[in-house]
């Protein structure tokens, strides 16, 4: 009789973890649009936020608990009975919730960012388990900076939080320092050494800076973890976080050296990828394993030989299975109504009546100017729909001059609140007008932090699809904008406008108040 196998728990952290990386910063909806699909996907556990962060992060993990079907919705709290209490609240709406709550155990961070002795950190672990449990059932425990904690010491913090009800332990590559013999070596130490340790589920946090997230992660495992915290696309702090979908793909692909069962539908990946890619403005790599853009595509001759005889000669997984569609010429300006409808469904959309609508006369506009329509055309213009529908401001005409003779000139109307106002502003470039025309209609603070242009598809009538990352130069809070458009420069001004809208609405919601600035050093109140 076969015998069950081992279940791995994915709990994902690109609400948490991945939207603290400079710039990722997500909006109300967004977030709950992320939350919603990688609920679809069966992600085991959802980490919404960090509640206490900022007014902002507490109503997205809140509305994201009520509304979630099937994950466990978690929330983070600092080892500060006032975050954890916060915490709680945030969550205690979902079906299944779970207070996920850290403390630092390396001599560094003791030493230089806690000012703590490790007796001190043990009663702090006591006492705050303690209180997290007396709130919710279901209580994780990390030891940040685990890996570069020594054992023995971690060993005790370990045992003193499953003493007081820690229900998952999570031991954090905090900083990416980690190898993956050595991942495996602390997980055995500490479930050899500590007296209840199969009280609880271990779990790893890996993070990337030596390219080895995913590496140590399934280390880890090998060493008897059975949870992985992980993020879409890897983002996270810094290099970010082990790649969900390398994760998954890694269970499901190498079943035979692995042979665990994970929940997650890995046909709704690439779904994913380019959700969260959309949402952050954080774009896939071409290569990244998985969702790159170039994951499947076969370019040698020798290569396109061995596929056209038999794909395994050079697939080890099939494009199908992680959700990629074959890139198709789907539609041009005669399309109609329910073929677009389907269209959309095929693409795994699903719009209320108003956003269809919209999306539609916005088709029918690009498919008067670009005579090809792909799948990433769509896929850009309904994303972009999603983006923009709360913004107060709108671009309603813009042309520049451009060229050898300079100055370049952007006039431009913006719609702001309903009020239309034109204005005409010369600068270093066509994108430098454009930029300074907005400023001009819409004086702010914001520092350019980035902008960037790619192509949406091939050919010289793509759509340019622009980034830009603003930096509030009071709070040092980062947010990103993005917009696609046959015309670079319309592109520019939609994603600059898109930045300026997030940067507003962050303010509105106090998010301000929880600002990268204020985070740093001893202040810092996230991880
Ligand atoms: O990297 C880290 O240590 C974290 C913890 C808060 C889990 O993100
Ligand atoms: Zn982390």
Known sequence: MSKSKDQVIIFDTTLRDGEQSPGATMTFDEKLQVA??????????????????????FEAVSEIARRTEHSVIAGLARAIPGDIKRCG???KHAKRPRIHTFVSTSPIHLEFQMRKTQEEVLDIIHETVTLARSLCDDVEWSAMDATRTPLDYLARCVDAAIKAGATTINLPDTVGYTVPDEMRHLFVTMRENVANSDKAIFSAHCHNDLGM???NSLAAIDGGVRQIECTINGLGERAGNAALEEIVMALKTRNDVLPYACNVKPELLTRASKLVAAVSSFPVQYNKAIVGRNAFAHESGIHQDGMLKNQETYEIM????????????????????????SKLEDLGYELSDNAFQDAFVRF???????????DEDIEALVDEGIASAADRMKVVALTVIAGTMGPQTATLTLDIDGQQSTVQSVGNGPVDATFNAINALHPHEAKLALYDVHAVTEGTDAQAEVSVRLEDVETGRQVTGRSADPDTLVASAKAYIAALSKLEVKRMRGDATAPVKALAGAERRGP
Do not use: W
């Open 36 to 57: 919603a699909l990688l609920d679809e996907m069966r992600v085991d556990v959802i980490e919404a936020g960090f509640p206490i962060a900022s007014e902002g992060d």
């Open 89 to 91: 609240e945030a969550v």
């Open 213 to 215: 997230a995913v590496a």
């Open 318 to 341: 099939t494009p199908e299975s992680v959700g990629v569609t074959k890139t198709s010429l789907v539609m041009g300006k005669h399309s109609g109504r329910n073929a677009f409808k």
């Open 364 to 374: 029918k506009a690009l498919a008067d100017r670009k005579k090809h329509i792909y």
